[in-house]
């Protein structure tokens, strides 16, 4: 009977006494900027994927006309990323990612004529030129913003290095099932990697992502 009367009584009570702590608690809505600035960043970030790999395939394609096109194409695109953080670092700063992010696509670049001619020695050493710049990069980035590690991000970027390798190699062996695994494996990680960098931005720019 008193077992009874009690589950009258909870069922007198309005829902949302009912409710665990957990299931009440009101997480902060994100704001339209917030998710206007990750989506664009991301969408960056992709692009720098996409093309990278419409790159590789022109430069490893004989008799290929668009080469130049798509590596001028490929540059906007670093120019792309260092102006979006232009509104968060300043000029300078935004100008000297774009410099960090051209030197690594110049790197790659030399390494994908080198891997062409059978210079094993040549790419080698432009790998560890290339992991150099990255290191540079992840420097830049986790010097400027407290909320990115050095450690974590430079995982992030020596994984984007390895995919972009194994595209190339798939590519040069003509292994078309191999590099489109490359590829796909290339777009996930590469949207983690944005992921990271623009929250941890709007971390440290809280006011910037308010409406």
Not at 77 to 101: F, M
Not at 137 to 157: E, Q
Not at 194 to 207: G, L, M, R, T, Y
Request: net charge neutral; with cysteine; hydrophobic share 45%.
């Amino acid at each position: 009977m008193k077992k009874l009367m009690l589950i009258g009584l909870l069922l007198l009570l309005p829902p949302n006494m009912l409710a665990s702590p957990i299931s009440a608690a009101q997480k902060p809505c994100i704001s339209q900027s917030e998710v206007k600035f990750e989506n664009e960043f991301r969408r960056l970030w992709i692009d720098h994927v996409l093309w990278t790999s419409n790159y590789i395939t022109s430069a490893t394609t004989a008799g290929a006309e668009d080469q130049k096109q798509v590596l001028a194409r490929l540059l906007k695109n670093q120019e792309d990323i260092g102006n979006s953080i232009k509104p968060y670092y300043g000029e300078a700063a935004g100008n000297r990612l774009t410099e960090l992010l051209k030197e690594h696509i110049t790197i790659a670049g030399d390494m994908v004529e080198a891997a062409k001619s059978g210079k094993g020695a040549k790419v080698n050493q432009l790998n560890k030129d290339w992991h150099r710049n990255a290191d540079d990069i992840v420097a830049f980035l986790s010097s400027a913003n407290p909320h990115l590690k050095n450690n974590d991000l430079k995982k992030l970027f020596y994984m984007h290095l390895e995919l972009v390798t194994d595209d190339l190699s798939a590519s040069l062996v003509k292994d078309w099932d191999a590099r489109i695994v490359s590829i796909d494996e290339g777009l996930t990680h590469i949207i983690i990697m944005a992921d990271a960098i623009s929250e941890a931005i709007v971390k440290q720019f809280p006011n910037q992502f308010k409406s």
